[in-house]
């Protein structure tokens, strides 16, 4: 265990669980959106797929700018998460059905990360490392733009046909 003393400290630490939560995403994208009947709920998982591949870039370089490596740290609320979509996916389902749970799942994802780079973007900016904040916002703010895009593929099509409309 970790023994934690600074603010810097706590923010390596947060930034080790975000790279590893990134790294399980990587590998859980591709799987949700093989599973997605909805043409456009696809494409919007395999776009953020390729912006989860340079947020785990950036992750890198911000890495590289503390001159430190992501701490050996597994994500342990990311791997649950995506556990529970996972069981989502091996459930029979309705395609439409199927498509909204999926688009439940990823917004549980985003949720956890828009938390965590929240809190990581405020502790370099207390720290005065504020291209590092910036970097973070930007993620913070992809994250956030995915969440709603996600929100509007349901209200306006997957949900409906859930329902039948």
């Known amino acids: 265990?970790?023994?934690?003393?600074?603010?810097?400290?706590?923010?390596?630490?947060?930034?080790?669980?975000?790279?590893?939560?990134?790294?399980?995403?990587?590998?859980?994208?591709?799987?949700?959106a093989k599973q997605a009947t909805a043409p456009v709920l696809r494409a919007a998982f395999e776009k953020h797929?390729?912006?989860?591949?340079?947020?785990?870039?950036?992750?890198?370089d911000i890495f590289a700018d503390l001159g430190?490596?992501?701490?050996?740290?597994?994500?342990?609320?990311m791997e649950g998460i995506l556990r529970e979509g996972q069981d989502f996916m091996k459930e029979k389902a309705d395609p439409e059905v199927m498509d909204a749970g999926l688009i439940a799942a990823a917004q549980r994802v985003?949720?956890?990360?828009?938390?965590?780079?929240?809190?990581?973007?405020?502790?370099?900016?207390?720290?005065?490392?504020?291209?590092?904040?910036?970097?973070?916002q930007k993620i913070l703010?992809?994250?956030?733009?995915t969440d709603h895009n996600l929100t509007k593929i349901a209200e306006k099509t997957i949900n409906r046909r859930a329902v039948g409309e």
Not at 4 to 30: G, V
Not at 115 to 135: D, F, H, P
Not at 141 to 145: A, R, T
Request: aromatic share 4%.
């Open 1 to 32: 265990m970790t023994t934690l003393k600074t603010l810097d400290d706590l923010l390596h630490e947060h930034l080790s669980d975000l790279y590893d939560a990134e790294t399980q995403i990587l590998d859980a994208l591709p799987l949700m």
């Open 68 to 77: 430190k490596k992501p701490a050996d740290h597994r994500c342990k609320a």
């Open 141 to 145: 703010d992809q994250e956030g733009e």
């Open 110 to 136: 985003e949720h956890y990360e828009m938390a965590g780079y929240g809190c990581v973007r405020t502790w370099a900016k207390q720290l005065g490392m504020n291209s590092i904040a910036e970097r973070l």
């Open 49 to 60: 797929l390729e912006e989860t591949k340079v947020q785990r870039a950036t992750l890198d």
